[in-house]
Nanobody
Framework: QVQLVESGGGLVQAGGSLRLSCAASGRSFSSSTMGWFRQAPGKAREFVAVISWSGGYTYYRDSVKGRFTISSDNAKNTVYLQMNSLNVEDTAVYYC???????????????????WGQGTQVTVSS
């Protein structure tokens, strides 16, 4: 099991930036594929970004490509989501998730992830 705690959410104006952090404990962080998901009010939770256990591979949903960057620091057991050029449509609760690594395979579906954080609210005002 991996325990995950997100932080860094808040209120920001459109065009601004935030950096989310996800601190992990439990199973070796370096053997986990880490993902970020989000859920806006009244909508289903959706994939945002994923990073492989080595940190060498990443993938993003189309709407955040070029604006968001996922990274990891295995020494700190922490994964980050740098979010730039935020817009109102990015408003959501953001969740960090962990899955046992399958090599460098990038996992995009919720069902692949067994461990979830409690979420952190990101609100972007116009």
């Amino acid at each position: 099991q991996v325990q995950l705690v997100e932080s860094g959410g808040g209120l920001v104006q459109a065009g601004g930036s935030l950096r989310l952090s996800c601190a992990a404990s439990g199973r070796s962080f370096s053997s986990s594929t880490m993902g970020w998901f989000r859920q806006a009010p009244g909508k289903a939770r959706e994939f945002v970004a994923v990073i492989s256990w080595s940190g060498g591979y990443t993938y993003y949903r189309d709407s955040v490509k070029g604006r968001f960057t996922i990274s990891s620091d295995n020494a700190k057991n922490t994964v980050y989501l740098q979010m730039n050029s935020l817009n109102v449509e990015d408003t959501a609760v953001y969740y960090c998730a962990a899955a046992p690594a399958r090599g460098e395979l990038l996992l995009l579906r919720e069902l692949n992830y067994a461990n979830w954080g409690q979420g952190t609210q990101v609100t972007v005002s116009s």
